[in-house]
């Protein structure tokens, strides 16, 4: 707030970071990633405000799958896909997609941490000195304040790191729409009569 509008809110509830995600320009489906970011009201940059102690913004998932999409998943950026695609993303897309989105960004959590010359508990151990003045105690607890909703950040991602093998993915998910998986969610093979 302070660099956007020149004050900062002294309340306690303030604690808030906004992560910055990027379409890279050296993607190579990086055309295809700006459409349908564009058509879901994102861009190539996005940012997302994260607060203390509340759920992720509901478009930043989908919109991380969007940007890791490559590889065998990169059918799902075809222009049949074009009006669909958003939906698909609001839920997992393969495992190499979500374990990637979960390696950024706890990577980038982990990157954003080590870049405070303090920790938490030394930010905390500060805000308790008496001689502190307002300005510096409010610096001191809006620090304090990112680090907390980096480190939730985090521990979000590294719990999901750790469901990636019980999620359900695309693939799943169409062959059961498609009347294709069995109960036991094996795959039925149709054979010829």
């Known amino acids: 707030m302070a660099l956007d509008y020149g004050f900062i809110d002294s309340r306690s509830d303030r604690d808030a970071f906004t992560l910055t995600l990027e379409i890279s320009e050296s ?3 990086y055309g295809d990633k700006l459409d349908i ?8 940059t996005a940012y997302f405000d994260i ?3 509340q759920p992720l913004p509901p478009a930043m998932l989908p919109y991380l799958r969007l940007v890791a999409l490559g590889g065998t998943d990169a059918f799902l950026l075809e222009s049949i896909f074009r009006n669909t695609i958003w ?6 897309v393969s495992r ?17 941490l080590s870049g405070y010359h303090t920790t938490i508990e030394e930010d ?9 003045s307002p300005r510096l105690e409010i610096a001191i607890g809006v620090r304090a304040g990112e680090k907390k909703v980096l480190q939730q950040i985090d ?3 590294r719990e999901r790191e750790l469901e990636l093998h ?6 799943e998910r169409r062959l059961k729409d498609l009347g294709l998986v069995g109960e036991q969610g094996d795959i039925i093979f149709w054979e010829p009569k």
């Open 27 to 29: 993607d190579s489906f």
């Open 37 to 44: 970011a564009e058509l879901n009201g994102l861009g190539e």
């Open 51 to 53: 607060k203390l102690g």
């Open 87 to 92: 939906g698909y993303l609001e839920l997992p």
């Open 96 to 112: 190499a997609n979500e374990e990637l989105v979960c390696q950024v960004v706890r990577n980038a959590c982990k990157s954003a």
């Open 124 to 132: 905390e151990k500060l805000k308790e000195e008496e001689n502190l």
């Open 155 to 157: 521990d979000i991602f």
């Open 166 to 171: 019980e999620l359900e993915y695309y693939q």
